[in-house]
């Protein structure tokens, strides 16, 4: 049983920074491809980027620039630094992880961003 718990989310000001994890049980070299995706509300949720098992990374045209993935294969963790931040990037982010069979998804962590 696959389970990925996310945190580090919270209140930031306009500008600010967060980092949020993403912490997988077992080894996350078994995942093709990680990514974070999210869901304001009343919106349909969202891609915001992605990390191949090789470390190719893509990013959404809205946070390029301000957002960098990562995965640290030796914690079991995938990372999601924000840079930044506008008020527009307010949502429940989510953890995602790929293999050829299945996809994973964990709780969400509450970003809100907010003068």
């Known amino acids: 049983q696959v389970q990925l718990v996310e945190s580090g989310g919270g209140l930031v000001q306009p500008g600010g920074s967060l980092r949020l994890s993403c912490a997988a049980s077992g080894n996350i070299l078994r995942f093709n491809l990680m990514g974070w995706y999210r869901q304001a509300p009343g919106k349909q949720r969202e891609l915001v980027t992605t990390?191949?098992?090789?470390?190719?990374?893509f990013y959404v045209g809205s946070v390029e620039g301000r957002f960098t993935v990562s995965r640290s294969n030796a914690e079991n963790t995938l990372y999601l630094l924000m840079n930044s931040l506008k008020p527009e990037d307010t949502a429940v982010y989510y953890c995602n992880a790929v293999t050829a069979l299945y996809q994973y998804w964990g709780q969400g962590t509450q970003v809100t961003v907010s003068s």
């Open positions: 990390i191949t098992d090789g470390g190719s990374t």
